[in-house]
């Protein structure tokens, strides 16, 4: 992670929220009903040409998306295979767009160096990151769906970026990825979910999440089901969990354990989100 390299203090408090996360597993080791939690959100609509400026009604088709998924109420939970059904998660969140701000870059494209988030460099500053998650719409360069930052770093950047092709299910959002999971996804990041292949590619990582099985690498397209890797047979790779790469339509489904870690998130380094 970049910000580990420019923030040496990020280190600790990652470990520290890993430990927070594992004391609440142990003390809830099954999964509770909970009282939903609902995250305030600023969207940042920054556009190049006008046809980037997407509208509200692109902007509310991602939040429906959102809050299906995080309560785990998508009609597409269906399709989960019949041994992981069992392990569809609701993780008692609903989001809630309550600002909308619009800004005319010069820029044709951002890339993660976090320049979209902020004013000199010709994107938006955060408003209020501690209290509310901060989600910039822009053009992004070479193929970039989206990005987070995850718990514990600087305020100046704390959000997740969304190109704008891969926002709602509406206006500009493009096929595959015209469902909403690619936020769905990288508000999982921002709630200290890891990918599912743990960004290893020899299947010696971990996810850190017990029930999504261990697999070599990401996923993409609309795998067929089994697909098996790190000798995870017979059932292999979860690649219809949200934190895979997988086309929209594909991914379907948080575990208990990736909605626990989401919970620990919350009572730790985004507990202002809850205030």
């Not at 295979?81 to 044709?108: E, M, N």
């Amino acid at each position: 992670m970049l910000l580990l390299e420019r923030h040496p203090a990020y280190r600790g408090r990652l470990a520290a929220l890993e430990l927070a996360t594992e004391r609440l597993r142990t003390r809830r080791p099954t999964p509770q009903k909970l009282r939903t939690v609902t995250i305030n959100c600023i969207v940042h609509v920054v556009w190049y040409d006008a046809a980037q400026n997407i509208g509200k009604s692109q902007i509310d088709s991602q939040f429906a998306v959102l809050n299906r998924d995080f309560r785990a109420r998508n009609t597409d939970k269906s399709k989960v295979p019949t041994p992981w059904k069992g392990l569809v998660a609701d993780s008692w969140l609903r989001f809630k767009c309550v600002q909308i701000t619009r800004t005319k870059t010069t820029q044709r494209a951002f890339t993660v160096d976090d320049g979209v988030k902020r004013g000199a460099s010709g994107g938006k500053s955060p408003i209020n990151p501690r209290s509310h998650l901060n989600i910039w719409v822009c053009p992004l360069s070479g193929g970039l769906l989206g990005y987070a930052q995850f718990p514990g770093g600087p305020a100046a950047t704390d959000g997740v970026v969304i190109n704008y092709q891969a926002f709602g299910t509406r206006g500009t959002a493009q096929l595959p990825f015209n469902k909403g999971r690619t936020t769905t996804h990288e508000i999982g990041h921002y709630f200290n979910l890891r990918h599912i292949w743990a960004d290893t590619p020899d299947c010696s990582g971990s996810d850190l999440v017990a029930d999504a099985p261990n697999c070599a690498g990401p996923n993409y397209g609309k795998p067929r089901w089994p697909a098996i890797s790190c000798r995870n047979g017979p059932h292999g790779d979860m690649f219809m969990n949200y934190m895979d790469y997988v086309d929209d339509d594909a991914m379907f489904m948080f575990t208990p354990g990736q909605s626990l870690r989401i919970r620990a998130a919350l009572a730790g380094p985004r507990a202002g989100l809850t205030r």
